[in-house]
Nanobody
Framework: QVQLVESGGGLVQAGDSLRLSCAAS????????MDWFRQAPGKEREFVAT????????YYTDSVKGRFSISRDNAKNTVYLQMNSLKPEDTAVYYC?????????????????WGQGTQVTVSS
């Protein structure tokens, strides 16, 4: 069973930067894409960014393009989310997720692995 452990969250001011990490156990980390999600209070969980298993392909939700960067180090079984120019609306619990499967009936990905989340709070 793979475990994902996030770290790096905290309280920062608007305009500051944070780097989140997600460390995975297991020996097949490089074989699957990794995603970051976030959930703000009272809101649904939303997709933030994804990176392919090799790290060669990335994609971001529009609200973070140009500010956030996802990367991975397969030798360390770790995926990162570099967050720059943070805004109060980025405040949320951030989760990493891995090994997704597309479910046609729901038109959504389902994930085998989820982290416990790390809180990011951006003050204005």
């Amino acid at each position: 069973q793979v475990q994902l452990v996030e770290s790096g969250g905290g309280l920062v001011q608007a305009g500051d930067s944070l780097r989140l990490s997600c460390a995975a156990s297991g020996r097949t980390f490089s074989s699957y894409a990794m995603d970051w999600f976030r959930q703000a209070p009272g809101k649904e969980r939303e997709f933030v960014a994804t990176i392919s298993g090799s790290g060669g392909s990335t994609y971001y939700t529009d609200s973070v393009k140009g500010r956030f960067s996802i990367s991975r180090d397969n030798a360390k079984n770790t995926v990162y989310l570099q967050m720059n120019s943070l805004k109060p609306e980025d405040t949320a619990v951030y989760y990493c997720a891995g090994r997704r499967t597309w479910v046609s009936s729901t038109r959504r990905y389902e994930y085998d692995y989820w982290g416990q989340g790390t809180q990011v709070t951006v003050s204005s």
